[in-house]
């Protein structure tokens, strides 16, 4: 029996057969990251003082401070706030996008 260039015995039409998954594969990938990069995901700090949404494309969209927790003489307060807030949105983001990658493509979600 012959031994094709892949190591494998014949199997022509099984490697076009796996070229064709991986490109559906891929594709599927893609409409997934397009859709994913449109979502929105938010997050609260300081008991829902400060109000961040972002995109799962990792732009901020939208940042409400209640006028109560802006203190002239605490600025720092209100700054780590604003950080902590926009940092768990993208977090959540994050997970949720190699939550999501990793079941289109089982073993293969931390490279994405």
Do not use: H, W, Y
């Not at 199997?11 to 990938?29: F, I, S, V, Y």
């Not at 940092?87 to 289109?104: F, Q, V």
């Amino acid at each position: 029996m012959a031994r094709n260039q892949f190591g494998g015995f014949g199997g022509g039409a099984n490697m076009q057969q796996l070229m064709r998954q991986a490109q559906k594969l891929q594709e599927q990938m893609t409409k997934a990251q397009e859709a994913f990069d449109e979502r929105e995901f938010s997050a609260q700090a300081g008991g829902g003082m400060v109000s961040v949404t972002v995109t799962g494309a990792r732009e901020v969209k939208s940042l409400v401070i209640d006028p109560q927790c802006v203190d002239p003489d605490d600025v720092d307060m209100l700054q780590d706030m604003i950080l902590a807030a926009v940092n768990e949105a993208l977090r959540t983001a994050e997970e949720t996008r190699a939550n999501e990658m990793a079941r289109l493509a089982p073993g293969m979600g931390g490279m994405f």
